[in-house]
């Protein structure tokens, strides 16, 4: 089955960086693009962009360009989100989450999400 | 960029009765690019219905989108208690790629 598997909470100064990981299994890998949302406390999901696992090639939502890098490790099956110059503001919880289908399906499944707090 | 404006914000209702939760966008959207998800507390938003009308794997058919254009429709005709839950409209642009409406949180009255 699939299954998206990430990393544990983080707490974060302001200024400081996030890397969160995002663990695929039960489908191959590099078939299927990947997407990272991230939701703020009792607000709604916000887009952040998406990956293609097979090329490496991204696509980031214009708020985050310059602050979010996406990398890949296919030897594990493995996607990372790296958030920088983080601010009270990101405090959020983020999540990986697999495109069915370019524009039709921006999810159909989820990782657990991550949370993570920045506070000085 | 596209804005979902969903309503109502807050819907109270009771097991067994007919819910409605409507999506608006701010330019059109092609069906086949408009998305509802169900979020319940602490865990991730699961896909229920996509093309506006399709129903995802495994998602009960008391669940049922419609819609075109502007306006966009969830019903759920016969409520169960797992269904009060937070739901959102997501439609598909250019930028940004995907966007998500505020939500309508459904509460048992």
């Known amino acids: 089955q699939v299954q998206l598997v990430q990393s544990g909470a983080e707490v974060k100064k302001p200024g400081a960086s996030v890397k969160v990981s995002c663990k695929a299994s039960?489908?191959?890998?590099?078939?299927?693009?990947m997407n990272w949302v991230r939701q703020a406390p009792g607000q709604g999901p916000e887009w952040m962009g998406v990956?293609?696992?097979?090329?490496?090639?991204?696509m980031y939502a214009q708020k985050f360009q310059g602050r979010v890098t996406f990398t890949t490790d296919t030897s594990t099956s493995t996607v990372y989100m790296e958030l920088s110059s983080l601010r009270s503001e990101d405090t959020a919880i983020y999540y990986c989450?697999?495109?069915?289908?370019?524009?039709?399906?921006?999810?159909?499944?989820w990782g657990q999400g991550t949370l993570v707090t920045v506070s000085s | 960029e596209i804005v979902l404006t969903q309503s109502p914000g807050n819907l109270s209702l009771s097991p067994g009765e007919r819910a409605t939760l409507s999506c608006r966008a701010s330019?059109?959207?092609?069906?086949?690019?408009l998305a509802w998800y169900q979020q319940r507390p602490g865990q991730a938003p699961r896909l229920l219905i996509y093309g506006a009308s399709t129903r995802a794997t495994g998602i009960p058919d008391r669940f049922s989108g419609s819609g075109s254009g502007t306006d966009f429709t969830l019903t759920i005709s016969r409520l169960e208690p797992e269904d009060f839950a937070v739901y959102y409209c997501q439609s598909y642009g250019s930028s940004p790629l995907y966007s998500f409406g505020q939500g309508t949180k459904l509460e048992i009255k």
């Open positions: 990956n293609n696992p097979s090329l490496g090639d991204t």
């Open positions: 330019q059109s959207v092609s069906s086949s690019y």
């Open positions: 039960g489908y191959t890998f590099t078939n299927y693009y």
């Open positions: 989450a697999r495109e069915g289908a370019r524009g039709v399906i921006m999810a159909d499944f």
